[in-house]
């Protein structure tokens, strides 16, 4: 059984970084495909951004392009979210998500195993 926690969430002002990281126990992390989504209250969930298994290839949801960066460390089993300028339209809970079929999907639907989020909240 694959677990996820993430960690690193909080307030921000608008403008300035929080740097989530997601922590993954059980399965071969290493054959999966990685992904951060969030959802905002009243809003459905939303992809943010996804990276393949090796992390050669990285995909962002329009919204955070530019100003996000996610990353993978297989050797420490870890996800980072790195997010820069953030806005108050960010404001969401982070969820750190697992693609078991190594495909990094760019809808939530993809993933198939989840952590139990993270709150950031960004003040403007």
């Known amino acids: 059984q694959v677990q996820l926690v993430e960690s690193g969430g909080g307030l921000v002002q608008a403008g300035g970084s929080l740097r989530l990281s997601c922590a993954v126990s059980?399965?071969?992390?290493?054959?999966?495909?990685m992904g951060w989504l969030r959802q905002a209250p009243g809003k459905e969930r939303e992809f943010v951004a996804a990276?393949?298994?090796?992390?050669?290839?990285?995909y962002y949801g329009d919204s955070v392009k530019g100003r996000f960066t996610i990353s993978r460390d297989n050797a420490k089993n870890t996800v980072t979210l790195q997010m820069n300028s953030l806005k108050s339209e960010d404001t969401a809970v982070y969820y750190c998500?697992?693609?078991?079929?190594?495909?990094?999907?760019?809808?939530?639907?993809?993933?198939?195993?989840w952590g139990p989020g993270t709150q950031v909240t960004v003040s403007s």
């Open positions: 998500a697992v693609s078991s079929s190594g495909v990094p999907h760019t809808v939530p639907l993809g993933y198939d195993q």
């Open positions: 990276i393949s298994w090796s992390g050669g290839n990285t």
């Open positions: 059980g399965g071969t992390f290493s054959r999966y495909a």
